[in-house]
């Protein structure tokens, strides 16, 4: 395992889906709260450093008419009407005024969106990759990123999947392939080392 080392000036939080209206299912095999924390704890040393925060978002036309909805084996869980919050991002990631906002129709970040206008045009070459979940909006958007070629870290402790398996497949046999991947106190101590740290 190589050492972690970034430029946090060239370097991007992407936060995937941490909004009111998906925290609300449980997660394995990190707790939905323990992802939410590390998160937080992620977003506070970012900043820190001077890194990029990118909040990504979920949502749809009241009427849901953007809504993906091909025919599939399994059906999605939504259905009837959001809460006027859903889309709210959690407190814990204290949202400002200088962060970037992506709403996204789909499970990746990049596609239909201006997430990669907004990270080029800023000269970030590097995303450090969490959120919900591991295995939907997490590898949609890291699969997309690896193809447009941005280096990324996944914080493998802030991000949950809907099962254990699923996002134990997607941390061991997909991330290493296409990235980094660490725990939170990994993150955290080469942010505070600058971006370079064990």
């Known amino acids: ?14 936060v995937i889906d941490l909004q009111k209206g998906i925290v609300q299912f449980p997660t394995a ?19 820190q450093a001077g890194a990029l925060i990118v ?5 749809f036309s009241p009427d849901f008419a953007d809504y993906l909805r091909p025919p599939s084996d399994e059906q999605p869980r939504m259905s009837g ?11 814990e990631l204290n949202q400002q005024s200088g962060d970037i906002v992506i709403l996204k129709r789909q499970w990746g970040a990049f596609y239909g969106t201006e997430l990669d206008l ?7 070459n ?7 979940s591991t295995e939907i909006g997490v590898e949609s958007t890291a699969r997309d990123a690896f193809e447009r070629g941005y280096e990324q870290i996944f914080a493998e402790d802030a991000m949950g999947a ?12 997909i991330f290493p392939r296409i990235g980094r991947v660490r725990r939170t106190d990994e993150i955290v ?6 971006g370079s740290g064990a």
Not at 118 to 124: A, C, D, Y
Not at 189 to 194: C, E, I, R
């Open 81 to 91: 009407a959001m809460p006027p919050d859903w889309m709210e991002f959690v407190p």
């Open 1 to 14: 395992m190589s050492s972690l080392m970034f430029d946090p000036r060239r370097t991007a939080l992407v």
């Open 118 to 124: 907004q990270l080029r045009r800023r000269g970030i």
């Open 29 to 47: 095999p990190h707790a939905t709260a323990d992802v939410v924390a590390n998160a937080g704890r992620l977003v506070v040393q970012a900043r």
């Open 55 to 59: 909040l990504v978002h979920v949502g």
């Open 189 to 194: 101590a080469a942010f505070g080392a600058g």
């Open 126 to 132: 590097t995303i450090i990759l969490c959120g919900i």
């Open 162 to 173: 809907r099962t254990a398996e699923s996002h134990v497949h997607a941390t061991t046999r």
